[in-house]
């Protein structure tokens, strides 16, 4: 398709959002399906979900697929481009960089191996789902959404391959401990491995009494030069499903029905329009399942049935690890292994990239990945002390392929241990499971496969020494970390280091600091039952545990100046609520990140300090530590001042200073007006036009957002660009196991992908201001709830 110009695009759009046919497809009235093997409906409630009743899941699977497409179609487009590195086909030279990673992460490649090797049950999910989906495709262009035409694509028939390329880049994404590694490589290059150590990330298990912070990792003296490696620096920029979450279950003796509730809000960058979850239910005569999933990923991992209940949180666990390898000196094309010349493997790939001054509107470019024995080269060449360098990445689930993925099962499970035995399959994504079943049995099990290290731990990179493998295994499903009906009555994670200090096996350096599970522990600490209106409540708690911490040692050092006494009294009124309207909150944030900033950037430079500042896990728990006590206030003092020795609070002071000018410059000069949803935003936007001209009239508008990086309320936003949100739930859903009618949950956009439908937007009101939406499960609620129905008919 042709691409349309912006100016036009607009004007047609105008005259379009009266057009009826601007999102015509059917979702009533009758239409014949190929494939189906016994005639099935899709009925849709007042949000737009698809509630599809089947005769058999391999139908259910089918209509899914076809009702995904209509729904979703140009959004799992986009996600396959940038799961197989083909973005750059539609953003140009803009997406070639992240082509060029995922392309030599090879997300695609290891589809099409994995596919191929999938037992007939699983496989036959997947294809299924697909034959559903290019159903769609195949009906024809006038039901396409406008979003192809504006963006000059046309929609491509899907694969299984397609699928799993969308498992493999979800779960590179989870993967975040590569950028622990790499910000500590270049802290030690800066400083020396000893200064280097002592803002090393700190990760706190708030039910680990033996925690010992001073515990210290393996030793590292190779000496490199990665900070202007732009190859290796590629890999620290954010993916679109770098999961950060929150999720817990109570028992039934903590639920005021009597059955586990399972809760969830999983934390993704949910700006993009419609949202990245689609919810749908599926029923047959033996299954009733609810849930959301990816779509293009015909896996359900959050969900509720019959009898069980289940949602995830990112682990975190570390299943890839960086490997320094030597240059043959003698020849460029290979590498050592202690005195053994290995050639690197050669792949080479073609990148299509969008030009409009290339002929047919596209170039060609040929790249080159290097592999060695420990997997692809990520690096361009780094100059060693005697020979040159580059990093491999090595990562776990590449090498744990298996014929079945768990999740299918999962969604079928009738009791918790079934789920357990399910999720034992589930060896590419490393995440939290926390589930409960009608019994009354409830847990948390970590999925995955954690490698077992000889010498590294996987802190920082591995230098390659000789051909001994580093890793020896895989740490046993039955020994990841879990817990079973706790006496506590409930469990949940939170991104936090789960795992106490004497776990036999390295887990993982990057780790949300403790400031959610803390405030979570405390909530579920009050007296009583709780109810799904106060899990609801809990997911959208704006409670800072970091500043009930740290302001109290702000207020008494700021209340001794006469310039920054207006700060300390607005933080001495506060309540430690990130809400829209605490001036409060706005103090807080923009002293404290302007706090780390004045700590660190006079010793590791303004790039460095930028680049570990931007990774909040890696510094937020160890700077607490260093403001709260003593021991390295060294880190205070600023190295451009020869003649003076700044302390912590000369340097709290200049930060209240910077950060109050800042803010008279943005929201005036009286503080008691810098109310933290001023500066505090959600954007909603179309993916066809997320600035710029026409960006707010095809999005779903700015809103103030409550919470912050340390509230269960999440709103994350970047360090160097505050506070524009960039990372919030995109789900919350609470799960009455009690409760056979429906399920409490509600997304940040809509159900419909596509531009300017009545679904598209519709859930943005609810989401950030509380109120309530269900996912209907028995039958009467549906039928009562049902505003269209879809009868899909078999072939003659």
């Known amino acids: 398709m042709r691409r349309i110009p912006w100016p036009i695009f607009i004007a047609i759009l105008i005259l379009l959002t009266g057009c009826a046919g601007l999102n015509r497809y059917p979702v009533d009235g009758s239409l014949t399906l190929e494939d189906l093997r016994a005639p099935a409906t899709v009925d849709r409630d007042e949000k737009g979900m698809a509630y599809i009743h089947a005769r058999t899941l391999d139908d259910a699977m089918l209509a899914l697929g076809y009702a995904t497409g209509q729904d979703r179609l140009f959004q799992m487009t986009l996600t396959r481009l940038f799961a197989q590195g083909r973005i750059s086909e539609l953003a140009g030279e803009k997406g070639r960089d992240v082509d060029i990673r995922h392309r030599t992460l090879g997300f695609h490649r290891q589809a099409i191996q994995h596919a191929r090797m999938l037992e007939p049950e699983t496989h036959r999910w997947f294809q299924r789902y697909v034959d559903g989906v290019n159903a769609y495709i195949r009906s024809g262009e006038d039901s396409f959404p406008l979003e192809f035409k504006l963006a000059g694509i046309s929609p491509e028939l899907w694969s299984v391959a397609d699928c799993l390329s969308i498992l493999y880049y979800m779960s590179w994404s989870t993967s975040a401990n590569l950028k622990a590694e790499i910000v500590a490589q270049m802290l030690i290059e800066r400083l020396g491995e000893q200064k280097a150590r002592e803002i090393f990330p700190l990760n706190v298990n708030p039910d680990d009494a033996s925690f010992d912070p001073s515990a210290a ?16 620096a590629g890999f620290l920029e954010g993916a679109a499903y770098e999961i950060g979450s929150n999720n817990w279950v109570t028992g039934p003796d903590l639920s005021s029905g009597g059955k586990p509730m399972v809760c969830n809000d999983p934390h993704l960058d949910a700006r993009i329009l419609p949202g990245p979850w689609y919810p749908a239910g599926l029923f047959t005569p033996d299954n009733r399942i609810i849930g959301v999933h990816i779509p293009g990923l015909p896996l359900m991992p959050i969900f509720r049935n019959q009898h069980v209940a289940a949602g995830l949180t990112n682990a975190y666990g570390d299943m890839q690890d960086l490997f320094v390898e030597t240059v043959d000196p003698a020849n460029a094309d290979h590498y050592l292994e202690g005195s053994r010349s290995i050639p690197f493997s050669v ?87 926390v589930f409960g079943d009608d019994r009354g049995d409830f847990g948390w099990h970590v999925s995955g496969r954690l490698p077992i290290r000889r010498r590294c731990s996987g802190t920082v990179p591995c230098v390659v020494t000789n051909g001994e493998d580093d890793w020896h295994g895989f740490v046993p499903f039955d020994q990841m970390p879990q817990s079973t009906n706790p006496s506590k009555g409930w469990v949940g994670t939170c991104n936090h280091h789960t795992v106490t200090q004497d776990y036999p096996y390295y887990y993982s350096s990057y780790q949300s600091p403790s400031y959610r599970y803390r405030r979570l522990k405390e909530l579920m600490a009050m007296p009583g039952k709780k109810t799904v209106d106060q899990h609801w409540q809990y997911q959208r708690d704006t409670y800072n545990l970091l500043a009930e911490k740290l302001v109290p040692v702000m207020v008494p050092v700021l209340n001794q100046s006469v310039q920054t006494r207006p700060l300390a009294r607005i933080l001495g009124q506060w309540d430690y609520r ?73 340097i709290l002071v200049r930060a209240a200073l910077d950060a109050q000018a800042d803010l008279s410059e943005t929201l005036g000069t009286d503080p008691e007006n810098w109310n933290w949803g001023a500066v505090h935003h959600h954007t909603f936007v179309s993916p066809i036009r997320r600035d710029g001209f026409g960006s707010g009239f095809l999005g779903g ?81 549906i039928n009562a709830h049902s505003q269209s129905t879809l009868q899909l008919q078999t072939q003659p």
């Not at 393996?218 to 202007?228: D, I, Q, Y």
């Not at 990945?369 to 990520?378: F, S, W």
């Not at 409060?584 to 930028?610: C, M, N, Q």
């Not at 919350?732 to 419909?752: N, S």
């Open 578 to 650: 990130d809400t829209v309207d605490a001036p409060g909150a706005t103090v807080f944030h923009a002293i404290y990140e302007r706090f780390a900033w004045l700590t660190f950037a006079d010793e590791l430079g303004e790039p460095l300090s930028k680049t570990m500042l931007k990774v909040w896990y890696f510094w937020q728990e160890r700077f607490q530590q260093m403001v709260l006590t003593d021991e390295l206030d060294h880190w205070f003092d600023d190295a451009a001042t020869n003649d003076v020795v700044e302390s912590k609070q000369d």
């Open 217 to 232: 990792g393996e030793r590292f003296s190779e000496k490199l030069v990665v900070a202007c490696d732009a190859p290796l």
């Open 347 to 433: 792949i080479r790939e073609t990148l299509r990239i969008r030009d409009k001054k290339a002929k047919g509107g596209f170039r060609e470019e040929t790249i080159e990945i290097r592999g060695t024995n420990r997997g692809p080269v990520v690096s361009g060449v780094l100059k060693g002390l005697e020979t040159d360098k580059v990093m491999s990445l090595r990562w776990a689930p590449y090498e744990t392929m298996g014929p079945t993925l768990g999740v299918i099962k999962m969604v079928q499970a009738k009791s918790a241990a079934d789920f357990r035995s399910a999720l034992a399959q589930t060896n590419i994504i490393m995440l939290n499971f």
């Open 701 to 781: 508008g700015t809103h103030p957002a409550p919470g912050s990086v340390e509230t269960l309320y999440r709103g994350l936003y970047d360090y160097d660009d505050p506070y524009a949100v960039t990372v919030s739930a995109s789900l919350r859903m609470v799960a009455d196991l009690g409760d056979d009618d429906k399920v409490l949950a509600v997304i940040p956009g809509g159900v419909a992908g596509r531009v300017f439908h009545p679904h598209a937007t519709d859930q943005i009101d609810a989401f950030m201001n509380g109120d309530k939406q269900y996912w209907w499960f028995s039958e009467s609620a």
